[in-house]
Every structure is written in C-alpha cells, then in structure tokens.
C-alpha cells in the first residue's frame, strides 16, 4: 500500500495489506525475497489502533 525511505536501521518501510499471515508469507517468498536488492526484512504486525489523525495542522 505504501512505501516509505526511512533513516535509521531500516532503508525503507512498506505497509502490506494481507488477507491473512499465509498470503503475506506467500508475498514474502514470490516476490519482496525474489528482489535482488532485498537482503532482508523484519515484519512488524499492529496488535490494535490506538489513534489515527489524519489532518497535520502546519503553520
């Protein structure tokens, strides 16, 4: 859905939208793992929302 540059330890950040943990291991091993610039990942998985603002007021 997403992907983001990030600094830090991680080069990037992607936000997967997935049926279930089998199709995101199925997206993991037929296509982020098949890259060649992929030399790994961590998955994070979100438990629950706790807020979600969509409006940034900037001065």
Same mark, same amino acid.
Request: aromatic share 10%; with cysteine; charged share 15%.
């Given at each position: ?7 830090? /330890? ?7 939208? !997935? ?19 992929? /030399?790994?990942? /961590? ?12 409006? !940034?007021?900037?001065?």
């Amino acid at each position: 859905m997403d992907c983001f540059a990030t600094t830090g /330890q991680a080069d990037y950040h992607l936000r997967v939208l !997935c049926k279930d943990i089998s199709a995101y291991n199925h997206f993991l091993e037929t296509f982020l793992f098949r890259l060649p610039a992929v /030399q790994s990942a /961590q998955t994070n998985v979100v438990l629950r929302e706790i807020k979600n603002g969509t409006v !940034c007021p900037v001065n």
